[in-house]
């Protein structure tokens, strides 16, 4: 078994991203966001509409992280199981949640578009234990349950849902990259880069391939929270792409 | 534990993913790939550069589904350690391909980029008993060990060795999907929708809130194989939505 790791994990809830109807932008927002924070994304998954398999990487993943982000599956209709999926997971029981359905309840009473019927109130219910998590846009309600935040998929809501998760988290120090980029293949500069990653074994040096222009090129990237450190292994990558006739393109954070 | 299931899983290979540096569009691609073939994505798990968290992820995955497709670490540089975990995973040796070696040894001879260095010897590294995947736009294979598909990362290369892959696979009858939409929100169709499921219970019907030009509307999306059972879900979905006072906008398949 894989041990317990410092981190988040991202759950991704919903067919429409496993048909490949729908392009799921979540997972990078929210990593983008964490890595602000100094929280690093340690694993995502993708799961279907179905309890077992819900109910299951839940377990797995608040298990071994510190925190899961899940998106998807918390509207009004029949394939939205996840409150009930989240229930199940920490063994705990569902309701109706009389402060936001009353919320919800004066909010549809104010619009002309059929009321606040069983379908809405399916947004009410949420499991025993759980802390709502704001949803300035919409009003439906995601919720934390233990270690996991449960959000809305539509990246709009998410994102806005993510501004009230904030003050929850045990924040790290920011974790920031810095770019070296340059014209020539990965395989040009392969032996360069791995010999600064063993001069620099505490910051993971990655390298990307890219095409600007009709030209490829790679881009040797840097991360870590240390901006000392992370500021002498910019030049000493730049001065390696020197090394094999390369001219190094330093393109700071990204 | 979850059981053996029908279908495929899809592993993304990559801290770049993780760290929301790179959007991943592959996973979408494969799904909507394997999908006109009949082969539906159940699941799909992005994992860092780290051999454990591959491993692991492999033997969960190839244990469980028909088959899976890997994208991501097949490259020259230290990073690039997918052939070794997919080794490793398998309880197989690795080496240097001789026929992988003498082809990518005659292309870099003719480009002046440097030589067939050994970080490009690496990429000619194949377990034992795999056999290779054509890559037609940078030479470089990928392989298929047991019921895994080892590709590369960027999507090009990726969608080009997918062809070669294609012949290997099982197809099933392909999956399609009719959709209505409507200028409507999710909860004033879901009880119609939550209905015609119990009546359909056959075909999987999903709800999907879009807003277009300023409007807010929801798009019902019915999946199957059999495509005059979908006609026939896509006229009762559009009475559904006449009868809560929408106008249906039949959209083919989407």
Known sequence: MLSRTRGAAILVI??????????DTNTGYIARWLGQIGIPVREARVVPDIEAEIVAAVRALSGRYDYVFSTGGIGPT???????????????????????????????????????NEARQRMARIPYGASLIANPLSAAPGFQLGNVFVMAGIPAVMQAMLEDVRRRLVAGRALTAVTVSVFLGEG???????????????????????????????????????TARLAEVREALATMV???????LVEGAG
Chains 1, 2 share one sequence.
Do not use: W
Not at 78 to 97: K, W
């Open 14 to 23: 919903g067919d429409e991203i496993l048909s490949g109807r729908t392009q």
């Open 78 to 116: 029949h394939d939205d199981i996840t409150a009930d999926c989240m229930a199940a997971a920490f063994g705990t029981g569902i309701d109706l949640h009389p402060g936001v359905f009353a919320a919800l309840s004066a909010r549809y009473a104010s619009m002309n578009i059929g009321g606040f």
């Open 188 to 226: 040009a500069i392969a032996a360069g880069l791995a010999a600064l990653q063993k001069t620099y074994p505490d910051v993971p040096l990655g390298s990307y391939p890219f095409s600007r222009d009709g030209r490829f090129g790679t881009s040797l990237v840097a991360r870590g929270n240390d």
């Open 242 to 248: 020197r090394a094999v006739g390369g001219e190094p």
